[in-house]
Nanobody, 123 residues
Framework: QVQLVESGGGLVQAGGSLRLSCAAS????????MAWFRQAPGKEREFVAY????????YYADSVKGRFTISRDNAKNMVYLQMNNLKPEDTAVYYCTATAGLATTNPLRYDSWGQGTQVTVSS
């Protein structure tokens, strides 16, 4: 497994930006896909974005497409989520996750999870 630690969450007004970071250690970082999921109170955990092993291919949930950008730096063992034009409905705990397998939107396919970082967007 990979150990993951997220940072960068906080309180921001609607229309603002935040950059989440995820530091990874343990299993060879660049051996699989990385993703961000989020979970709002009373809701199921939902997929946000993933980036494939090489970093050259990404995929986003429709709700964040055009506003969020996922990236990874394999040399630094880091994954990032740049969030622009934030909306109140983006409020959630954001989780970084890793898999040794192929990229997927299914959270059950990811075997390593961070502790989460809270993002709150006020209207």
């Amino acid at each position: 497994q990979v150990q993951l630690v997220e940072s960068g969450g906080g309180l921001v007004q609607a229309g603002g930006s935040l950059r989440l970071s995820c530091a990874a250690s343990g299993r060879t970082f660049n051996s699989g896909a990385m993703a961000w999921f989020r979970q709002a109170p009373g809701k199921e955990r939902e997929f946000v974005a993933y980036v494939r092993r090489s970093g050259g291919s990404t995929y986003y949930a429709d709700s964040v497409k055009g506003r969020f950008t996922i990236s990874r730096d394999n040399a630094k063992n880091m994954v990032y989520l740049q969030m622009n034009n934030l909306k109140p409905e983006d409020t959630a705990v954001y989780y970084c996750t890793a898999t040794a397998g192929l990229a997927t939107t299914n959270p059950l396919r990811y075997d390593s999870w961070g502790q989460g970082t809270q993002v709150t967007v006020s209207s």
